[in-house]
């Protein structure tokens, strides 16, 4: 069988990651790069890999699919550019700039029936797969609430968009496919403290459809990186610790408070404390994995562009509570 023939556009913090995967990918015959911003920035370890001055002359080499990896503000462009060549594209997240312009790529990929995915890279880590299978066996019972905590220093990467579009999606996306239930509202807060025209403070609260309350807190104002989320429901609690890929379950306890200054309490006491053992690959493999089988009509699980989409339509009615104020039906 032949390689699929990938091109990569956009060679920033997170381009380079994906060279580093396509160079090593089976399958794959990684055809170059292009990017004119980063060009002369190229590491040692890409040297090899052939440079194109521009996407058209990139789109020319016959390729199968592409990565963007670009400015989320060209997403839209890049995106319909190669789709016009006949080309799939795996696209970082978030799909678009907003939702109009994610409807745009939609509206061209149908037309030409092909496949865009998103890159929520967090939907291949290790913990929260394994937390996945583990709330559709029903180890949980009922979910009562989802929090997500997403924060760390400042990242010079990033321009054209604030921690709503840029880390917010990330959670947006994971609650979503982890209760398999659109958000119904939400109420956000922000704030600006590194005197850029974006939010880099954002706290939200929100309401599923299935009734679950969903908290997510971010900003990237915080020498302390974290990447944490905890779901609490009829059982007990799942918590994950994302940077580690680390999984732990807080059983509900069964034994009585006999202390009378306790009395007063009727709510859960701890149990047993379960960490999980499991296999931990690389997120970013996983994710080029299975985009790599759904371009070769095999069985894959990616992140479907109306996927992408949804996350987008959430993200921009955060940004519209934060801006009026005020809670948002969707």
Known sequence: MTDLRVGLIGLGAMGRNHARILTELPGINFIGITDPIHIQDIQPQFSSIKVYKDL???????????VIAAPTGSHKDLAIQALLEGVHCLIEKPVAIDYKESLQIQVVSERKSLIVGVGHIERYNAAIRELKTRLLKGELGEIYQISTRRQGPFPTRIADVGV???????????ITWLTGSKFQTVSAQTANRSGRIHEDLVSVTGLLTNNVVVNILVNWLSPLKERSLIVTGEKGAFAVDMLNSDLVFYENGSHTVSQETFLHFR???????????FMKPEPLLVEHLNFRDAVLDKTS??????????TVRVADAVIQSSKLKECITL
Do not use: M, P, R, W
Request: glycine content about 6%.
């Open 56 to 66: 058209k002359e990139l789109l020319s080499q016959s390729l199968d699919y592409c």
């Open 164 to 174: 709503i579009k840029d880390l917010a999606t990330h959670d947006i996306d994971l």
């Open 267 to 277: 709510g859960a006491t701890q149990g047993n404390v379960t960490s999980f053992a």
């Open 301 to 310: 699980e990616i992140v479907s562009l109306q996927e992408g989409i949804e």
